[in-house]
């Protein structure tokens, strides 16, 4: 049996994947170190690198907006 040709199995991001390459758009493109820290600074991830409460609710909002454009602008 066959799949239909527009059946896609693309697997869906994980949150931890999804909050670091937002952190990476904040860090204007910095290393992974750098991205880490940025993440840890503003809460989104705990020391050992694993998403905090704050981390899995900003997973969820991102997520939430796939398919719009939104821009992200950092003063």
Not at 36 to 60: K, M
Request: hydrophobic share 40%.
């Amino acid at each position: 049996m066959q799949e239909s040709p527009d059946h896609k199995d693309v697997a869906a991001p994980d949150d931890l994947s999804v909050v670091l390459g937002f952190t990476q758009m904040l860090s204007d493109g910095g290393n992974v170190d750098e991205v880490s820290r940025l993440a840890t600074d503003h809460g989104w991830l705990d020391a050992s690198g694993q998403l905090t409460a704050a981390g899995n609710q900003l997973a969820r909002a991102l997520l939430q907006q796939s398919g719009t454009r939104t821009i992200f602008r950092v003063w």
